[in-house]
């Protein structure tokens, strides 16, 4: 059974940085791919930055350049490191490994 705690979320001003882990257990990590999905208000849920197991990266235009996704398979642990942070960055940031989801911790970037 895999699960999945997420943490590093909270209120920051537009500029500021943030980074988000994903600690996953009863997986096999290093074979899993890994997603940071965010979801604001209203809006339908995205796909922010995707690491294949091999290391290979892809980010949403929104976020090129700003946020980056890095893995440490020996914690079993994923990473969103975000920087330049914009109040449209505003949503629940989930992480996704072998299609479960975490609970989602929420990310405020205030004007």
């Known amino acids: 059974q895999v699960q999945l705690v997420e943490s590093g979320g909270g209120l920051v001003q537009a500029g500021g940085s943030l980074r988000l882990s994903c600690a996953a257990s009863g997986v096999d990590f290093s074979l899993s791919a890994v997603g940071w999905y965010r979801q604001a208000p209203g809006k339908q849920r995205e796909l922010v930055a995707f690491s294949f197991y091999n290391g290979r990266t892809n980010y949403a235009d929104s976020v090129k350049g700003r946020f980056t996704i890095s893995r440490d398979n020996a914690k079993n642990t994923a990473y969103l490191q975000m920087n330049s942070l914009r109040p449209e960055d505003t949503a629940v940031y989930y992480c996704?490994?072998?299609?479960?989801w975490g609970q989602g911790t929420q990310v405020t970037v205030s004007s």
């Open positions: 996704n490994v072998s299609t479960t």
